[in-house]
């Protein structure tokens, strides 16, 4: 096991590296020079435009520019914001929780509606509900999401006026950020109406945000079910005489979880894809929306902080997901080894 | 030493022969390629009427000029955010309504499938040659090349697709050719993968070193003798990747990082209407559906064409 943790963290490693080169490049691939650029409309005078590129270190040799970008980074200074003049890391992390908590949600819903529907699909193959939920998956797949939610937004928020439009909380509400998570810092609060409201405002957005991982986990969950009911040992345990419950539920079930596990863990660099159009769509405080907001503004160190971040976490969530199942699978850990 | 085929032969030919007298008549010719890939497919109807969807939206493309009522930036200023022809309130010289500055919607939506289509087809042919040149090279080369190469594609696969692209798009500013270009390079890992690890499988075939002893070059093995047996999962994957590019693209538009307005891409256009979303309903419905129904008719005939192509599936 442990000679499989070290080879895959040995792929990390050169993977993290090349992000960062990545977010290092994206500055200064930019067409023009970069003091010019933070300067704006204003423009700069020649005296103060050789000292500023200085002061950046701009004027030093490309590699050795990379190396103080590395040195900064591992002492968590991703750089200053142009528009907020705060710390990149903190803009980041003050959004951070509201994409974490809506991913989490949108997560959650298409595991539990995604993983059952895929088991019972694959078990009643060819019937009814299989048809149906195979044409709704691939609709949910082939589903432009930013449209997707709009129209949620005329049908339920408009039409039915069951939902809010846009936000996380009514605006009348003060809660204090204790964790970041609304419904937890509601609930530590003990203000119920105010975690109603916080509750109505991700649904939404959570429903809109898991359209694609529920198609894609219903999906895989059937084909993994199929494959795994024509196996020996599942005929072997109907042999036996057990319950058909048991047989699909335990037999069946933890086998074909297996690939779908590492869907759920693919599911997560697609998740923060989505939210950037989600949180765009519902107005959600997320990182999402603050990226393309940075991109807008042409606020560089922001939009370089965050796809540093947001790649170095699709990476680590990967990385646990590989891990996670080589401790599932012991054929994965001993197979290529 | 016995093929997996003798084997199976062996095995099962005596019984087969009993059970079906058929199997002893002599062979039939066999079918043309096209005829056969063909026969799989039509089993999958939903395939066919997703090429059939896809043909329509192709003839609505080229036709835009003869099919469309109006104009695409035609403006008619007495007839803003007009319903539907069905709806109150609606006529039927605006079948699908107007929008904010009075243009015919369905003008829009016809003239916008011409922009859905070529970014799909660019997108994908670009990805695909650059894919396959460099899954071959890294195939063939292996070594030191190889390692960059797939090192270089698994740090592109580790950022988000729309993330990636978004990036790309900052670095080159915001136009529909730059989204393209964005879309081809994060569709980049996924077609040097798959041609890097078929040319991998398809090297080690006795064709190939025969192609080698006859003398054939570097070039001459890779294109003209491995590249022909690469292609079916290629082709799969660039149906999906068509589709998966026009909703990039229109996803990048609706952020207005793509298309800009007055180009009527169905993206840009519902970027245009998100403002009207709780007054004029059809502003934002139709050019969704549009790409929805494109979108869809493309994953399903993607399913067919998989099934068609992947000889695992098929029973002969």
Known sequence: MLRFILRRL?????????????????????????????????????????????????????????????????????GISLV???????????????????????MLFAILVGVPAGVIAGVKRGSLFDHTV????????????????????????GLLGWAPVSGRIDAFYFIDSITGFMLIDTLLQGNTDAF????????????????????????????????????????????????????????????????????????????????????????????????????????????????LLIATMVMLVNLSVDLLYGLIDPRIRYGRA | MSTPLDTRAGDTGIDTAIDTGAALEPTVPAAHPLREFWSYFAENRGAVVGLVILLLVCLMALLANVLAPYGADDQFRDALLQPP??????????????????????????????????????????????????????GYAGGLIESLIMRLMDIMMAVPSLLLAIVVVAILGPSLTNAMIAIAIVYLPQFTRLARA?????????????????????????????????????IVQATLSFSSAILDAAALGFLGLGAQPPTPE???MLADAREFVLSAWWVVTFPGLAILITVLAVNIMGDGLRDALDPKMKRS
């Open chain 2, 85 to 138: 022809g069905w709806a109150e309130g609606g006529s039927w010289a605006f079948p699908l309504g107007t929008d904010a500055v009075g243009r015919d919607i369905l003008s829009r939506i016809i003239y916008g499938s011409r922009y859905s289509l070529s970014v799909g087809l660019i997108v994908v042919m670009l990805s695909l040659s650059c894919g396959i040149l460099c899954g071959l090279i890294a």
């Open chain 1, 196 to 307: 109603i409201s916080a509750v109505q405002h991700l649904i939404l957005p959570a429903f809109v945000l898991s359209t694609i991982p529920l198609a894609v986990i219903a999906r895989q969950t059937r084909s993994a079910m199929l494959e795994v009911l024509g196996e020996d040992y599942v005929r072997t345990a109907r042999a036996k005489g057990l319950s058909s419950r048991r047989v699909i539920g335990l037999h069946a079930l933890r086998n074909a979880l297996i690939p779908v596990v590492t869907v759920v863990g693919l599911q997560v660099g697609l998740l923060f894809a989505g939210a950037i159009l989600t949180e765009t769509i519902f107005s959600w405080p997320g990182v999402g929306k603050w990226l393309v907001d940075a991109v807008y503004r042409r606020d560089y160190p922001s939009v370089q902080g965050g796809v």
């Open chain 1, 134 to 157: 195979m044409g709704a998956a691939l609709g949910g797949y082939s589903m432009p999401i930013f449209w997707w939610g709009l129209l949620m937004i005329v049908i339920f928020a």
């Open chain 1, 84 to 106: 907020t003049r705060t710390p990149v890391l903190m803009d980041f992390f003050a959004r951070f929780p509201a994409t974490l908590e809506l991913s989490i949600a949108a």
């Open chain 1, 10 to 78: 040995g792929l990390v490693i050169p993977t993290f590296f090349g992000i960062t080169v990545i977010a290092f490049g994206l500055v200064r691939l930019i067409p023009g020079d970069p003091i010019r650029l933070m300067a704006g409309i204003h423009g700069v005078s020649p005296e103060r435009h050789a000292e500023l590129m200085h002061q950046y270190g701009f004027d030093q040799p490309i590699w050795l520019q990379y190396l103080d970008f590395l040195n900064e980074l591992f002492h968590g200074n991703l």
């Open chain 2, 266 to 268: 169905w993206g840009t």
């Open chain 2, 198 to 234: 078929a040319a991998i499988s398809e090297m080690r075939r006795d064709y190939v070193t025969a192609s080698r002893v006859a003398g054939a070059g570097p070039m001459r093995v890779m294109f003209n003798t491995i590249l022909p047996n690469c292609m079916p999962p290629l």
